[in-house]
């Protein structure tokens, strides 16, 4: 599967962006999406991540009440509605895909997703 991540941008603090990535291929809804981030410095986080069905979903502790993923399998996309962000949200996203049949558990840190999108920057400023 193929992954194009678009939707970055600078934004003001307390401002909102959606994040979208486009998969190829007609198997989009056998893959567990991921949305993770890397700011300057610092090491690669997973944000956000939800389960091939939809039926989970998972986000990291500092996002939580203010990021939502959802999955749109007809569209083959993925999101990461970003609201009230804040300076330190600023890094470059990348979204993230790992195949049911992959093992590990979910939703796993970076090495267990095999297909990454190319990144797209989030700058909030203060």
């Known amino acids: 599967v193929q992954l194009q991540a678009s939707g970055g941008g600078l934004v003001q603090a307390g401002g909102s962006l959606r994040l979208s990535c486009a998969a190829s291929?007609?198997?989009?809804?056998?893959?567990?999406m991921g949305w993770f981030r890397q700011a300057p410095g610092k090491e690669r986080e997973l944000v956000s991540a939800?389960?091939?069905?939809?039926?989970?979903?998972y986000y990291t502790e500092s996002v939580k009440g203010r990021f939502t993923i959802s999955r749109d399998n007809a569209k083959n996309t993925v999101y990461l509605q970003m609201n009230n962000l804040k300076p330190e949200d600023t890094a470059v996203y990348y979204c993230?895909?790992?195949?049911?049949?992959?093992?590990?558990?979910?939703?796993?840190?970076?090495?267990?997703?095999?297909?990454w999108g190319q990144g797209t920057l989030v700058t909030v400023s203060s």
């Open positions: 939800i389960r091939w069905t939809a039926s989970s979903t």
């Open positions: 291929g007609r198997t989009f809804s056998s893959y567990d």
């Open positions: 993230a895909a790992r195949g049911i049949w992959d093992g590990g558990n979910w939703p796993g840190d970076a090495p267990l997703y095999p297909y």
